[in-house]
């Protein structure tokens, strides 16, 4: 059974940084595709970024694009994000999600492909 823990969320000015850590277990996070997926109360799940277990290769939603980084430590079982220039838009519940396996592109944004999911961690951005 693959578990993933979620942390770093926090109360945060506009401006400011967030990293975010998943820490998984129960499987190797080196044959797991990754995704960040963020939900605001009353709106749906959203992509916020992803990463494949094969290579270095990135995905990002196009609101947090050069503002935001994915990235795995595979030896630690940690996936990251890095959370520049928050703005009060990011407010949101933060998830980390997982799929055993490869993900078309084209699958890779969309929430129902991912098969694992934590807790959660919410994040704030506000004066």
């Known amino acids: 059974q693959v578990q993933l823990a979620e942390s770093g969320g926090g109360l945060v000015q506009p401006g400011a940084s967030l990293r975010l850590s998943c820490v998984v277990s129960g499987r190797s996070l080196s044959n797991l595709e990754m995704g960040w997926f963020r939900q605001a109360p009353g709106q749906e799940r959203e992509f916020v970024a992803a990463?494949?277990?094969?290579?270095?290769?990135?995905f990002y939603g196009d609101s947090v694009k050069g503002r935001f980084t994915i990235s795995r430590d595979n030896a630690k079982n940690t996936v990251y994000l890095q959370m520049n220039s928050l703005s009060p838009d990011d407010t949101a519940n933060y998830y980390c999600?997982?799929?055993?396996?490869?993900?078309?592109?084209?699958?890779?944004?969309?929430?129902?492909?991912?098969?694992?999911w934590g807790q959660g961690t919410q994040v704030t951005v506000s004066t």
């Open positions: 999600a997982a799929r055993p396996g490869r993900l078309v592109q084209s699958q890779i944004s969309y929430a129902r492909h991912y098969e694992y």
């Open positions: 990463t494949r277990w094969s290579s270095s290769h990135t």
